[in-house]
Antibody
Framework: QVTLRESGPALVKPTQTLTLTCTFS??????????VNWVRQPPGKALEWIAA???????YNASSLKTRLTISKDTSKNQVVLTMTNMDPLDTGTYYC??????????WGPGTLVTVSS | SYVLTQPPSVSVAPGQTARITCGGS??????VHWYQQKPGQAPVLVVY???DRPSGIPERISGSNSGDTATLTISRVEAGDEADYYC??????????FGGGTKMTVL
């Protein structure tokens, strides 16, 4: 059974760095073709893909956020960590991690709401 | 960057057929995926690679893709189909791209 779950702070201040962890089970990120993605969704708005890391440790970032994002994995712990620097109120939203296995995002975590406010 | 355009909303009566479009330049050359998202929940994959369904997704949900438009079709619409629907593609210059989403209301 594949599961993913996001964890991290619910509230961060503007200019701070956000660190989110995706803890997963039921698959291995060392399996060829496997990838873990981060997707965010501002309140009432559309989904936005922001980053991914694959089985071969290749990393992908949305160009609009490239300079602010770092993604890493700990295969032994079944975790993927996303850091986003210089947080702004416009970064407020629900952050999801999702698995992709060579194609679409077939399993998603429940999401974690992050509010950026002083 | 690659852009996917969806109508903001569609309305359909129970038992009728809903069609949700996703427009993009030559989208027919891409593999399109569709997600259903109900309020307060994470998205669920309902169609992948244009017209395939994950296990557990009913046959009345289908997809097609040609030219500049991909379409998600939901036949015999039920109240439980009311949700937001998003299309998605992988583009080599934009990476993963989502459409703006379509809110489907069951009348």
């Amino acid at each position: 059974q594949v599961t993913l779950r996001e964890s991290g702070p619910a509230l961060v201040k503007p200019t701070q760095t956000l660190t989110l962890t995706c803890t997963f089970s039921g698959f291995s990120l060392s399996t060829r073709g496997m990838c873990v993605n981060w997707v965010r969704q501002p309140p009432g708005k559309a989904l936005e893909w922001i980053a991914a890391i694959d089985w071969d440790d290749n990393k992908y970032n949305a160009s609009s956020l490239k300079t602010r994002l770092t993604i890493s994995k700990d295969t032994s712990k079944n975790q993927v960590v996303l850091t986003m620097t210089n947080m702004d109120p416009l970064d407020t939203g629900t952050y999801y991690c999702a698995r992709s296995d060579a194609y679409a995002f077939d399993y998603w975590g429940p999401g974690t709401l992050v509010t950026v406010s002083s | 960057s690659y852009v996917l355009t969806q109508p903001p909303s569609v309305s359909v009566a129970p038992g009728q057929t809903a069609r949700i479009t996703c427009g993009g330049s030559n989208i027919g050359s891409y593999s399109v995926h569709w997600y259903q998202q109900k309020p307060g929940q994470a998205p669920v994959l309902v169609v992948y690679d244009d017209d395939d369904r994950p296990s557990g997704i009913p046959e009345r949900i289908s997809g097609s893709n040609s030219g500049d438009t991909a379409t998600l079709t939901i036949s015999r619409v039920e109240a439980g189909d009311e949700a937001d629907y998003y299309c998605q593609v992988w583009d080599t210059s934009s990476d993963w791209v989502f459409g703006g989403g379509t809110k489907m209301t069951v009348l």
